[in-house]
């Protein structure tokens, strides 16, 4: 199955420190979605975009649907230690069909105090 | 409160065995759908099912099966023809399967281990 191009793999930044991470496809999603995953535990949605262009902010994270449909963007402001995890970006084509969400590989974000 | 329940949460299996691992959701949603996580890995879908008495394969079905005769329940069987079980198992439903209906929401997952 395809999957998405979700940059950077992984990061270390430092508490309070600004967070940037994107995802990419080579397809176009009508829906993007971002989801934070901690140690042994499901995912939980943070952020559903439904719109190109859409700019949708969740408390310190804010996340963008790319005007092309091809990618998003998560953004996470003044990081703290619960922030520690693995975010996965997650696209859906909407085509009408029996489609499924495509998932990205997942970013690995690590805080050091 | 509403939300999906999956259990155990620690599975372990002998070879040659056939376990069940258990999905139930409250959300009244529609569609329901089993992942596998491997270490490092993003998610692989197992099985989707749109509606009760309907399921069809998704990317890695093989040594898998399932069931819907009920809205709330999504069980699959890891059979022993699945060479490879050991794995971080994740249910997750939608409201529907088009548009926003298709934000899924997962459960807490199930960890299978193979003895």
């Known amino acids: 199955g395809q999957q998405l191009n979700q940059s950077p793999q992984s990061m270390f930044i430092q508490e309070g420190e600004d967070v940037s991470m994107n995802c990419t496809s080579s397809?176009?999603?009508?829906?993007w979605l971002w989801y934070k995953q901690d140690p042994g535990e499901g995912p939980v949605l943070l952020i559903a975009l439904y719109k190109a262009g859409e700019l949708t902010s969740n408390g310190r994270l804010t996340a963008q649907f790319g005007i092309t449909r091809k990618d998003s963007f998560l953004n996470i402001s003044a990081s703290i230690p619960s922030d520690v995890g693995i975010y996965f970006c997650?696209?859906?084509?909407?085509?009408?069909?029996?489609?499924?969400?495509?998932f990205g590989t997942g970013t690995r974000l690590q805080v050091t105090l | 409160d509403g939300g999906i329940t999956q259990s155990p949460k620690y599975l372990f299996r002998k070879e040659g065995q056939n376990v069940t691992l258990s999905c139930e959701q409250n959300?009244?949603?529609?569609?329901m759908y089993w992942y596998r996580q491997d270490p490092g890995q993003g998610l692989r879908l197992i099985y989707y099912s749109q509606i009760v008495n309907d399921f069809q394969k998704g990317d890695i079905a093989e040594g898998y099966s399932v069931s819907r005769e009920k809205k709330e329940s999504f069980p699959l069987t890891v059979t022993s023809a699945q060479k490879n079980p050991t794995a971080f198992y994740l249910c997750a439903s939608s409201p529907g399967t088009s548009g926003y209906q298709e934000t899924q929401y997962f459960g807490p997952g199930t960890r299978l281990l193979v003895l």
């Open positions: 997650a696209g859906h084509p909407n085509t009408g069909t029996a489609s499924k969400l495509t």
């Open positions: 959300l009244n949603h529609d569609a």
């Open positions: 397809s176009i999603f009508n829906t």
